[in-house]
């Protein structure tokens, strides 16, 4: 309709004054007057224009008749129809996708049940008929018995050879049961574009309560990437953006002036060097002391949890959770705390540090969100021995950019996700550089992620701009940055055998040893009885024997922390 008016409207144009000057001559001179070829025109115009209205009334009298029957003989036809009629004015309309495509390409995947189905004459059902999506087609479609959307995702190549397309622009997941399957299919070509520049690459600022832009969906929608309430595990194979992304996220964060940043990289890379200003803590390299400050780091945000429960439990109302508003009272400190570890495999594989690591992650997985505090993981090895399985299942947004195999995906992805045809296996190397599959970032079951690039290499560096304008920022608002340097505070033995008396009256000393190992190895590991005996001396007491063996009491702690107080 649009093409007709566009044409009508051109032909008006052209025409329209021709017509108005026959008018003018006809309206103002009699035809005796007239050249006789001016006046035999005229003549014919009229004799024309009445054949002309003739036909017209007779169309609009019998062109309902004639479009029914149309319509109810294209209807009855089992061909995926008329160009002309189906499918609009495209670059790629010889794989246009609807209903009918996909059923054709469902029936020689050579599942047996959908064979069976289909030679009986089965028509399948389309829950969700085949729609625009973005950039690209999506359908919903109820399997016949016998056939689940697991056997579809496992066909992934000869079903998208079969619609045309290249197999990363197909992807057919689970819907809400086994049974049903979510389809959605790219436009040709569509996924191999690059994301683009960076929103907030020249200017703007962030409040990560809100979120941090992060890339383009598969739809081409932008995806602003949840901070505040999640935490996040990115993976990938080398080189394929991995630390791009994280830096990407840090970026965003780095822009909100409330936001406090803590950055450890378990090896000896330069990806994080331009955040320096920025940073109230950052360590970087291979040797055990970057290892024992990040876990340092991760004891210190727990205690930091615990103290902002306590905070949040002193405020009118009670309020369940840190909201913007908390966050902007400076007395409260309740400031968002964003730490990330990069390469944090090698601290969880870590030989002295690892198992401790590993303990404080999950439990600041598990219960800091609502707390302000975020946990960002990247990582080249998700296998199941280099990232703890109870880390997989707690953090909120998993991100696989290329993996080698079932394993890498599921352990950054969650398990099932590769049975359910959430594949970041299906990515290439190097072709799909930049692009990621990742679940939690939005409310759809996963999102095929092109994302943002700041560039940082060969001689390029547009992070630091970025990194100056965030420092100005917090300048603005009357805020200042902790040194970029751990400052290690020296630990407080009385207070840590306090707590590892978790509440008893008497506690065995070897017990107590050995919860101080526990709590923090670096320190305690090496601690023999006499050191206990000695530490415990230099406060006015000392241990005493209970039933036979040494004991440590409740009340000689007490009185000697009040006595220091």
């Given at each position: 309709?649009?093409?007709?008016?566009?044409?009508?409207?051109?032909?008006?144009?052209?025409?329209?004054?021709?017509?108005?000057?026959?008018?003018?001559?006809?309206?103002?001179?009699?035809r005796?007057?007239?050249?006789?070829?001016?006046?035999?025109?005229?003549?014919?115009?009229?004799?024309?224009g009445?054949?002309?209205?003739?036909?017209?009334?007779?169309?609009?009298?019998?062109?309902?008749?004639?479009?029914?029957?149309?319509?109810?003989?294209?209807?009855?036809?089992?061909?995926?129809?008329?160009?002309?009629?189906?499918?609009?004015?495209?670059?790629?309309?010889?794989?246009?996708?609807?209903?009918?495509?996909v059923?054709?390409?469902?029936?020689?995947?050579?599942?047996?049940?959908?064979?069976?189905?289909?030679?009986?004459?089965?028509?399948l059902?389309?829950?969700?008929?085949?729609?625009?999506?973005?950039?690209?087609?999506?359908?919903?479609?109820?399997?016949?018995?016998?056939?689940?959307?697991?056997?579809?995702?496992?066909?992934?190549?000869?079903?998208?050879?079969?619609?045309?397309?290249?197999?990363?622009?197909?992807?057919?997941?689970?819907?809400?049961?086994?049974?049903?399957?979510?389809?959605?299919?790219?436009?040709?070509?569509?996924?191999?574009?690059?994301?683009?520049?960076?929103?907030?690459?020249?200017?703007g600022?962030?409040?990560?309560?809100?979120?941090?832009?992060?890339?383009?969906?598969?739809?081409?929608?932008?995806?602003?990437?949840?901070?505040?309430?999640?935490?996040?595990?990115?993976?990938?194979?080398?080189?394929?953006?991995?630390?791009?992304?994280?830096?990407?996220?840090?970026?965003?964060?780095?822009?909100d002036?409330?936001?406090?940043?803590?950055?450890?990289?378990?090896?000896?890379?330069?990806?994080?060097?331009?955040?320096?200003?920025?940073?109230?803590?950052?360590?970087?390299?291979?040797?055990?002391?970057?290892?024992?400050?990040?876990?340092?780091?991760?004891?210190?945000?727990?205690?930091?949890?615990?103290?902002?429960?306590?905070?949040?439990?002193?405020?009118?109302?009670?309020?369940?959770?840190?909201?913007?508003?908390?966050?902007?009272?400076p007395?409260?400190?309740?400031?968002p705390?964003?730490?990330?570890?990069?390469?944090?495999?090698?601290?969880?594989?870590?030989?002295?540090?690892?198992?401790?690591?590993?303990?404080?992650?999950?439990?600041?997985?598990?219960?800091?969100?609502?707390?302000?505090?975020?946990?960002?993981?990247?990582?080249?090895?998700?296998?199941?021995?280099?990232?703890?399985?109870?880390?997989?299942?707690?953090?909120s947004?998993?991100?696989?950019?290329?993996?080698?195999?079932?394993?890498?995906?599921?352990?950054?992805?969650?398990?099932?996700?590769?049975r359910?045809?959430?594949?970041?296996?299906?990515?290439?190397?190097?072709?799909?550089?930049?692009?990621?599959?990742?679940?939690?970032?939005?409310?759809?079951?996963?999102?095929?992620?092109?994302?943002?690039?700041?560039?940082?290499?060969?001689?390029v560096?547009?992070?630091?701009?970025?990194?100056?304008?965030?420092?100005?920022?917090?300048?603005?608002?009357?805020?200042?940055?902790?040194?970029?340097?751990?400052e290690?505070?020296?630990?407080?033995?009385?207070?840590?055998?306090?707590?590892?008396m978790?509440?008893?009256?008497?506690?065995?000393?070897?017990?107590?040893?050995?919860?101080?190992?526990?709590?923090?190895?670096?320190?305690?590991?090496?601690?023999?009885?006499?050191?206990?005996?000695?530490?415990?001396?230099?406060?006015?007491?000392?241990?005493?024997?209970?039933?036979?063996?040494?004991?440590?009491?409740?009340?000689?702690?007490?009185?000697?922390?009040?006595?220091?107080?």
């Open positions: 309709m649009a093409i007709v008016l566009h044409r009508c409207v051109v032909t008006a144009a052209f025409v329209g004054p021709v017509a108005l000057v026959l008018w003018c001559v006809d309206s103002w001179m009699a005796a007057d007239m050249w006789p070829w001016l006046a035999g025109l005229l003549r014919a115009i009229e004799v024309t009445q054949v002309l209205l003739t036909l017209a009334w007779i169309l609009l009298a019998i062109a309902p008749v004639g479009w029914l029957v149309a319509a109810a003989w294209e209807g009855r036809n089992k061909d995926s129809g008329e160009g002309w009629l189906t499918r609009p004015d495209r670059d790629d309309t010889d794989s246009w996708v609807d209903e009918r495509v059923s054709k390409a469902l029936a020689h995947l050579g599942i047996a049940p959908l064979n069976a189905f289909f030679k009986n004459g089965g028509e059902h389309y829950s969700v008929p085949a729609r625009r999506d973005g950039k690209g087609t999506y359908v919903q479609v109820r399997l016949p018995l016998g056939t689940t959307a697991d056997m579809v995702a496992d066909r992934r190549d000869k079903l998208a050879a079969n619609l045309g397309r290249a197999k990363l622009e197909t992807w057919p997941t689970e819907g809400d049961e086994a049974g049903v399957l979510d389809l959605w299919v790219a436009d040709k070509g569509v996924l191999a574009s690059k994301a683009g520049v960076w929103p907030l690459q020249h200017d600022q962030v409040d990560v309560f809100d979120g941090v832009p992060f890339g383009l969906t598969q739809r081409g929608v932008i995806v602003n990437a949840p901070l505040i309430e999640a935490n996040w595990l990115v993976g990938g194979r080398p080189g394929q953006g991995k630390s791009s992304a994280l830096r990407t996220l840090l970026l965003g964060a780095a822009l002036p409330t936001a406090e940043l803590w950055v450890f990289v378990m090896g000896e890379s330069p990806d994080f060097d331009p955040f320096r200003p920025r940073l109230a803590r950052y360590r970087m390299g291979m040797d055990d002391a970057v290892a024992e400050a990040a876990v340092k780091a991760l004891e210190e945000l727990l205690a930091e949890m615990e103290r902002r429960g306590k905070v949040l439990g002193s405020q009118p109302g009670r309020p369940p959770k840190v909201s913007r508003k908390l966050a902007d009272r007395g409260l400190a309740l400031h705390l964003v730490c990330a570890i990069d390469e944090c495999h090698e601290l969880f594989q870590h030989p002295k540090f690892g198992k401790r690591a590993a303990e404080l992650a999950v439990r600041l997985i598990k219960r800091g969100r609502k707390y302000g505090i975020v946990l960002l993981l990247a990582t080249q090895s998700p296998t199941k021995d280099s990232i703890p399985r109870e880390v997989t299942r707690n953090v947004c998993g991100v696989a950019f290329s993996v080698a195999d079932q394993i890498a995906n599921d352990g950054l992805l969650g398990s099932g996700k590769y359910a045809g959430i594949r970041a296996a299906d990515l290439r190397m190097k072709t799909d550089r930049g692009t990621c599959v990742a679940v939690g970032v939005t409310d759809a079951s996963f999102e095929l992620i092109r994302t943002f690039y700041v560039p940082f290499e060969d001689g560096d547009m992070v630091t701009p970025v990194i100056e304008r965030a420092v100005a920022l917090v300048d603005e608002a009357g805020r200042a940055i902790a040194s970029a340097e751990i290690s505070a020296p630990v407080d033995h009385l207070a840590d055998v306090e707590r590892v978790r509440g008893e009256h008497r506690v065995p000393t070897r017990v107590v040893l050995a919860r101080l190992a526990e709590q923090n190895p670096a320190e305690y590991e090496r601690w023999t009885f006499s050191d206990l005996k000695g530490m415990l001396a230099a406060h006015g007491f000392g241990p005493r024997k209970s039933g036979g063996f040494q004991v440590i009491r409740a009340e000689d702690v007490a009185a000697a922390l009040a006595s220091r107080r």
